[in-house]
């Protein structure tokens, strides 16, 4: 049976849990965690950020290199609109 593709709620439930299990894993040794400290950190303010709706993302380069493409499948829906390459 094929997956139902996520729309952008679902993206970002799926982001929001993947990251709070990640923080939460109680596998990983406290050796490890104390050595990645400053990397749960910001996995801990991201997770706030997303919790809060504050995401902000910055996209820029050449024309026509695939900049709104890429936003519309970060949010899993098209928000941007994109054009064929004009030769």
């Known amino acids: 049976m094929p997956e139902t593709p996520l729309n952008g709620d679902s993206h970002l439930a799926l982001a929001r849990e ?10 990983v040794p406290p050796s490890v965690r104390s050595a990645l400290a400053a990397d749960y ?4 303010l ?13 996209v820029f380069g050449r024309v026509s290199v695939g900049k709104s493409a890429l936003l519309n499948a970060l949010l899993g829906e098209t928000r941007f609109s994109t054009s064929p390459l004009h030769g």
């Open 18 to 27: 993947s990251l709070r299990e990640l923080l939460e894993d109680k596998r």
């Open 46 to 58: 991201l997770l706030e950020k997303i919790e809060h709706g504050h995401i902000h993302i910055a």
């Open 41 to 44: 950190q910001q996995l801990q």
